[in-house]
């Protein structure tokens, strides 16, 4: 199995930056797709950024020129950078990814457990 944990949620003021991170662990030989999904209070969980194996990223257009994803396959983790934050980006965030085990040939979805982010007006 895998797991996936982020790290680095907190409270911030509007204007100001986090960065949030995700670490999979598991009996993993291969991870494909990485992203950072988000779920508001009364809100549906909705799509942040994805970054592919090759490193091609994709944005929601909210986020878009104020977050950045990145990856570090060495390192299996995935981060998000969160510049210029606004009130309305406070929410719970989640790292998904597909990845494979040793002793499968195909790649699962996972999550991680979701962190905290607050941006204060």
């Known amino acids: 199995q895998v797991q996936l944990v982020e790290s680095g949620g907190g409270l911030v003021q509007a204007g100001g930056s986090l960065r949030l991170s995700c670490t999979a662990s598991?009996?993993?030989?291969?991870?494909?797709?990485m992203a950072w999904y988000r779920q508001a209070p009364g809100k549906q969980r909705e799509l942040v950024a994805t970054i592919t194996s090759g490193a091609i990223t994709n944005y929601i257009d909210s986020v878009k020129g104020r977050f950045t994803i990145f990856r570090d396959n060495a390192k299996k983790m995935v981060y998000l950078q969160m510049n210029s934050l606004k009130p309305e980006d406070t929410a719970v965030y989640y790292c998904n990814a597909d990845a494979g085990v040793f002793g499968t040939f195909t790649l699962t979805n996972y999550w991680g457990q979701g962190i905290q982010v607050t941006v204060s007006s």
């Open positions: 598991g009996s993993i030989f291969r991870i494909g797709n």
